[in-house]
Structure formats: structure tokens, C-alpha cells
């Protein structure tokens, strides 16, 4: 069974442009959430969506902002990048939400903005 | 969201020895969860607790759910090289995780 897979895995912005990560989740699975992790702010949740629809946003500013496709793919986009926006973005899956607690991470794409 | 202390933030052990963690909240949990990141990988779940005083073994893990419910520990025993990593305590609430500040384990040959 294909785990979560999350592209580009590496890529290098400069400051003012916009990025979009893609997340394709564990088959069947309908939800699709993002995280930030940084060294200095550790893990944080950035948005969850299940069937299309946005259930929860994190405190991040509008810049930020996703989707979820009828397939259940997910992308993100950060626009008018910013140097504190370097991390690495985590998506996780899982079949109807984190109710268990249980999430299926990808690798992840690491964001390093210039 | 309701801020997680872990402690301690890393470890220096050496191959055999058994390590102890733990994470304290100022709130009430009625889930507390344990993860680890391995260099390069997304979290993977390793324990999942749901009841006060909860017990619960994995391997050689063992994590328990704080009486009061606003803390929990995870050990583990005889550590070998593949234990390397960060462990990231958590509780679920709102369709979301919230973690910890995780502790960074490593192994001295």
C-alpha cells in the first residue's frame, strides 16, 4: 500500500514569489491535513481538509492557503514568500480524520526561501 | 492552541540504556499521543493513549496517561541505533494535532 506522497521534496524560492506543494494521500483516504515544522516553532497545523471542504485552519496569515481535490489530492500554496517561510511542510492522511490521533505523514517538501 | 512542555528537549545515550520522556500540560487531555520523526521522514504514531492511567506498551515502548490527565512519559528500554530520532508527544482536538516540542534522542557510539 502506497503511503502519502508529497512533491516537490526540495526546492528553493526567493523572496516575493509563491510556491505550490502537492500531497497525494494513502488511497482511500479522505482526509488531508498540512504542517509546518521549524526548528524553532516545532510542529504547527496549518489547514485539514476532508472531501473538498476546509473542517480547520490554523493561525497562520492569508498568504497560506490549500486545497483538496474530488480525488482526494491535496495542494498547498504560499504566496509572496517570506524568509521565516523556510520549513519543512508535512502533509498527513488519514480515513475520515484525526479522531484516532493516528496520521500517515509524507516526507515532506523542504522549502528554503532566499 | 494549549502549549505542550516535553521534556527533556535532547538525550546523549549510549547503545543498551533505557531513556525516559515526558510532557506536561496546564490543561485537561482526554487523548495523549506519541510520535517519532526519523532523520528525513514525516512523524510515524508509535503509542496512542485514551484513558487516565493508561498503560500501554509497543516493544520495547512503554507510555502512560497521567493520572490527572495532564501528563504522559514514554520509555524505552535497551535502545538500539534505530531508536534515533525525535519523539513528539501530542493530543488530538478540532480535526487537528497539536504537538509537543519534541525530544531529540541520540545515540553515542
Known amino acids: ?114 | 492552541g494549549q502549549q505542550l512542555n516535553q521534556s527533556p528537549q535532547s538525550m546523549f545515550i549510549q547503545e543498551g540504556e533505557d531513556v525516559s520522556m515526558n510532557c506536561t500540560s496546564s490543561s485537561i487531555f482526554n487523548t495523549w499521543l506519541w510520535y517519532k520523526q526519523d532523520p528525513g521522514e514525516g512523524p510515524v504514531l508509535l503509542i496512542a493513549l485514551y484513558k487516565a492511567g493508561e498503560l500501554t506498551s509497543n516493544g520495547r515502548l512503554t507510555a502512560q496517561f497521567g493520572i490527572t490527565r495532564k501528563d504522559s512519559f514514554l520509555n524505552i528500554s535497551a535502545s538500539i541505533p534505530s531508536d534515533v530520532g525525535i519523539y513528539f508527544c501530542g493530543y488530538f482536538g478540532n480535526e487537528k494535532l497539536t504537538f509537543g516540542t519534541g525530544t531529540r534522542l541520540t545515540i553515542i557510539p
Open chain 1, 1 to 114: 500500500k502506497a503511503g502519502v506522497t508529497q512533491t516537490p521534496r526540495y526546492l528553493i524560492k526567493t523572496r516575493g514569489q509563491q510556491v505550490t506543494l502537492s500531497c497525494s494521500p494513502i488511497s482511500g483516504h479522505r482526509s488531508v491535513s498540512w504542517y509546518q515544522q521549524t526548528p524553532g516553532q516545532g510542529l504547527q497545523f496549518l489547514f485539514e481538509y476532508f472531501s473538498e471542504t476546509q473542517r480547520n485552519k490554523g493561525n497562520f496569515p492569508g498568504r497560506f492557503s490549500g486545497r483538496q481535490f474530488s480525488n482526494s489530492r491535496s495542494e498547498m500554496n504560499v504566496s509572496t514568500l517570506e524568509l521565516g517561510d523556510s520549513a519543512l511542510y508535512l502533509c498527513a492522511s488519514s480515513l475520515q480524520g484525526a479522531d484516532t490521533g493516528e496520521l500517515f505523514f509524507g516526507e515532506g517538501s523542504r522549502l528554503t526561501v532566499l
